[in-house]
């Protein structure tokens, strides 16, 4: 079983629509929880970061963690073609600077 | 500033060939790491530095080895490649452990 696991996707939504992207984990230590955003042929970047259990909000975009359930969960609200690209959970027991766990992304295609 | 930069792009290399994969940042962070992307497996953490001259291994270090001789500069080097190091390579940094890992665009190896 990975420590991590998420949904390879892929997702295609119409332009406009509410996308959810989720992770579920293993490993009860971890205590910072992370999105990146990824382009094709590029580096991800940091698009979410959350500590512990709770909601944080950002544009169109809300970070949910459930660790109780140890799941995660993306929103990102009216979803625009430039949204489509692959999304990586990544999770981290000491800091998003640490050695970060990652799922093994979720590819969101966003129709026009 | 230029933030992560990795060279060469792309390389492919015959089966036993050595090779250095280049990692440069402009931002004075301490925290450098090599990760490993495989279609589907998201990162896997190949070694990672604190700073000048400390260097630990990851999760996936077999086959790797790493140098850190200045804050800038961090090296990956392959000595007897095999097809199984057919990958794209990521190079992060970061200030501190609390904060986020920026990272570079990425080299892409085939080994044949």
């Known amino acids: 079983q990975k420590e991590v696991e998420q949904d390879p996707g892929p997702l295609s939504v119409p332009e406009g629509a509410i996308v959810s992207l989720n992770c579920t984990y293993s490993n009860s230590a971890f205590q910072y929880f992370m999105w990146y955003r990824q382009y094709s042929r590029k580096g991800p970047e940091l698009l979410m970061y959350?500590?512990?259990?709770g909601n944080k909000e950002d544009g169109r975009f809300t970070a949910q963690v459930d660790k109780s359930s140890k799941y995660i969960s993306l929103f990102i609200r009216d979803s625009q073609p430039s949204d489509s690209a692959t999304y990586l959970c990544?999770?981290?027991?000491?800091?998003?600077?640490?050695?970060?766990?990652f799922g093994g992304g979720t590819r969101l295609m966003v129709k026009p | 500033n230029a933030g992560v930069t990795q060279t060469p792009k792309f390389r492919i290399l015959k089966i036993g060939q050595s090779m250095t994969l280049q990692c440069t940042q402009d931002m004075n962070h301490n925290y450098m790491y090599w990760y490993r992307q495989d279609p589907g497996m998201g990162l896997k953490l190949i070694y990672y530095s604190v700073g000048a001259g400390i260097t630990d291994k990851g999760e996936v270090p077999n086959g790797y080895n790493v140098s850190r001789s200045t804050t800038e500069d961090f090296p990956l080097r392959l000595e007897l490649a095999a097809p199984s190091q057919t990958s794209v390579y990521f190079c992060a940094s970061t200030v501190a452990r609390e904060e986020t890992q920026y990272f570079g665009p990425g080299t892409r190896l085939l080994v044949l």
């Open positions: 990544a999770m981290s027991w000491s800091g998003a600077g640490n050695m970060l766990t």
């Open positions: 959350t500590y512990s259990s």
